[in-house]
């Protein structure tokens, strides 16, 4: 089945380490889209990519970044993991005419200790 | 700054029951509106979307648009208590490609 896939599912750091978050699709999406998600809140979008293009929201912090080598692979890097920076964090994927209709993968959680 | 906003509940209603969620935002030019929905510890999943004034039914669910009072609800007929979960509403410009999501309603369908 065409699908959306993150790794690690969980993902444990020290505080200041840096940590890279991977998303890969088979759905041939030509949008990646990563969101930071904390318990009760609505998912933060980060970055999206049309194609190799490359968005950053305005209010992400530089702390935060993406490579998207290919199509199906995008990756998120935190460069020095702060306290605040556990959450849920969520890659999505759609066709670029219809942006509005996302396939989520399942999420990685992190962790920062 | 766009806002989109929604009553954090929990919202409970009894098994068989018409369930209400609602929504309001704030950017006039929005044209595309979504709910997704998100079990807990799990991922949002797309339930239904909406582009016109009006109602747009799918099974169990009916999306409601009133762009005029800039509202968009979603009624759940027949709640289940796997329909329990967490509602988001979603709203998407012409002049942007991201969707803005609201912080969720918690729906709880109690047997």
């Known amino acids: 089945d065409a699908m959306v896939i993150q790794n690690p599912r969980y993902q444990v750091t020290q505080f200041g380490k840096p940590v890279t978050l991977s998303c890969s699709q088979t759905?041939?999406?030509?949008?990646m889209y990563w969101y930071q998600q904390k318990s009760s809140q609505a998912p933060k979008l980060l970055f999206h990519y049309y194609d190799k293009d490359f968005n950053n929201e305005a209010d992400t912090p530089d702390n935060f970044q993406s490579r998207r080598p290919n199509t199906s692979f995008c990756f998120l890097d935190i460069r020095s993991p702060g306290l605040g920076d556990a959450a849920m964090y969520l890659c999505a994927t759609s066709l670029r005419g219809r942006t509005g209709t996302q396939y989520f993968g399942p999420g990685t959680r992190l962790l920062v200790l | 700054q766009k806002e989109v906003e929604q009553n954090s509940g929990p919202l409970s209603v009894p098994e068989g029951a018409i369930a209400s969620l609602n929504c309001t935002y704030s950017d006039r030019g929005s044209q595309s509106f979504f709910w997704y929905r998100q079990y807990s510890g799990k991922s949002p999943e797309l339930i239904m979307f909406i582009y016109s004034n009006g109602d747009k039914e799918d099974g169990r669910f009916t999306a409601q648009l009133n762009k005029a009072s800039q509202y968009v609800s979603l009624l759940i007929r027949d709640s289940q208590p796997s329909d329990s979960a967490t509602y988001l509403c979603a709203v998407n410009s012409n002049s942007g490609y991201a969707l803005n999501f609201g912080k969720g309603t918690s729906l709880l369908v109690t047997p």
């Open positions: 759905l041939n999406h030509n949008v």
